[in-house]
């Protein structure tokens, strides 16, 4: 008899992805989403979220990371002996609290996937696990409904400090950098104009820009987010204060400064290699 699994929230971008991903594994999906409709080859479609997790193995939630603590303390009392409640929500100190104060009968599995709906497969795509009860036990679940996939094992608060730069930063900047494009009245003329570097960075702004608003929302209302995105605006302040007042070898050591800083731990001119192999594939 297979598995059986349900997908909360199986209607959004990754809750498709995960239908998608959990049928081509022989599980028997069932699907629940409140606001959007669930659509899927063999996906049993489910109008209450109670019913849909009575009988499943496990449940994924793939719900809004603000609304994932409440679901959490509704669903896990209702659920049967034994399952397993896994979350993917991309901050996790709240979530992580919540699944700790379930009840003992409720597995919990906390991870969070670091790459979005289109990817194609799991082989090599990285997961990073939150050990909430029993740390090796859930790695090992983990690894199991994603195999293939790359795992690192880090804390809450850390989790949640790390990916303010790794997410959150990257999403701030880039999502300032499509507003100031999308003004853009001559869009036609950047376009000839612009080389390598503006080519990347514009597709990898509206490549963000077709999340959801509420992900992204909750990507940079990460709190700590706030350290990161205030050292940001100070260097930025510093740089063009140092600028228009002519303070030329000021800029020029900040800018090796950080050359330096990146030597030791990444070579720099593989790095560029790689950019020129991207813009070959952008340009395709």
């Known amino acids: 008899m297979n598995k059986t699994i349900t997908v909360i929230g199986a209607g959004g971008q990754m809750g498709q992805w995960c239908t998608k991903y959990f049928a081509s594994k022989n599980f028997e999906v069932t699907g629940y989403d409140s606001e959007n409709k669930v659509t899927g080859k063999d996906i049993i479609v489910s109008d209450s979220l109670v019913g849909a997790i009575l009988k499943a193995d496990y449940v994924i939630l793939c719900t809004p990371t603000r609304r994932t603590p409440e679901i959490i303390r509704l669903i896990a009392k209702e659920m049967k002996r034994g399952t397993y409640l896994i979350d993917i929500s991309s901050e996790k100190s709240k979530v992580a609290s919540s699944l700790s104060k379930m009840p003992v009968k409720i597995n919990p599995i906390c991870i969070h996937p670091m790459f979005g709906p289109g990817a194609k497969t799991i082989i090599g795509q990285n997961i990073i696990s939150i050990p909430i009860k029993d740390a090796k036990k859930e790695l090992i679940v983990a690894k199991s409904l994603f195999e293939g996939a790359n795992f690192v094992t880090i804390d809450a608060i850390e989790h949640d400090k790390k990916i303010a730069v790794i997410l959150g930063l990257t999403h701030l900047i880039n999502l300032v950098f499509a507003k100031i494009i999308s003004k853009d009245e001559k869009t036609h003329l950047t ?79 593989e790095s560029y290699k790689r950019l020129t192999k991207m813009i070959k594939a952008v340009e395709k």
């Open 191 to 269: 376009e000839k104009m612009s080389g390598t570097t503006f080519r990347v960075q514009k597709t990898l702004a509206e490549s963000i820009m077709t999340e959801s608003p509420e992900l992204i929302e909750t990507i940079i209302a990460n709190p700590e987010i706030r350290r990161v995105a205030e050292e940001l605006w100070k260097d930025v302040g510093r740089l063009l204060t140092a600028v228009q007042e002519s303070k030329t070898e000021e800029v020029i050591n900040y800018i090796k400064e950080c050359q330096e800083n990146l030597a030791k731990h990444t070579d720099t001119n």
